[in-house]
């Protein structure tokens, strides 16, 4: 898929996809920037949790549980990475698809949908999958949506992931992970403004 084309691709596939869900903004303060994006209605978060230099937060269909899931929407944070020279959007999303190759090489997929921006920030979207995990006990099948954003001082990604009957025909679907791309948005970073409580009116509805 070209890189340059995604708006277009995102445009011309909303104009055939039914319209998305109803859905929730989320907006918390990770490490040194607001994170807002918007998560489907049928999902709850089951785990959140900050270590060092790390947050993960991980959101599943409601009923479902953070190791035993069909879909999973997972908001991670890296503290300071967004200070390296060596790090760009599109290789911090390649260190991501590297751990669904390793996981799977035999059955491993991944499409790179190119890079873009969400408000100011620097961001690449990617598409990774794995048609058996080798690790997992049922070999399931697992594909995820992958967004990494460069923050002023932090690294970002959100992750839409998806496990399924294990398969060796590993086919991705463009439409259907651009779909979810656009129902994840907007997706946005706003500074923290000291003395500012939830709901974060500064960042509510910026665009």
């Known amino acids: 898929m070209q890189m340059a084309a995604l708006g277009v691709l995102l445009a011309s596939s909303a104009a055939a996809q039914d319209p998305a869900p109803s859905t929730f903004t989320v907006i918390s303060p990770i490490f040194g920037q607001l994170v807002t994006f918007s998560l489907p209605g049928g999902f709850t978060t089951v785990f959140e949790n900050t270590n060092g230099p ?19 929407i997972t908001a991670t944070g ?24 390793s996981a799977c090489p035999e059955t491993f997929a991944a499409q790179g949908v190119g890079p ?27 594909i995820a949506l ?22 060796g025909r590993n086919v991705i679907d463009a439409d259907k992970w651009l779909a979810r791309l656009r129902q994840l948005q907007p997706i946005r970073l706003c500074p923290i403004v000291p003395g500012e409580a939830a709901p974060y009116p500064s960042c509510v509805g910026k665009k």
């Open 78 to 101: 890296v503290k300071g990475a967004a200070g390296s020279a060596m790090v760009s959007p599109e290789i911090f999303a390649g260190s991501l698809v590297g751990g669904f190759k």
């Open 146 to 167: 992958i967004v990494t954003v460069k923050g002023s001082a932090d690294y970002y990604t959100l992750q839409w992931a998806e496990r399924g009957p294990a398969t």
């Open 116 to 142: 873009t921006k969400f408000g100011d920030q620097d961001a690449y979207v990617a598409v990774a999958s794995c048609g058996r995990v080798e690790s997992s006990a049922d070999k399931h099948s697992e």
């Open 54 to 72: 790390n947050y993960i937060r991980e959101a599943v269909p409601k009923g479902e549980t953070a190791k035993s899931w069909t879909q999973m």
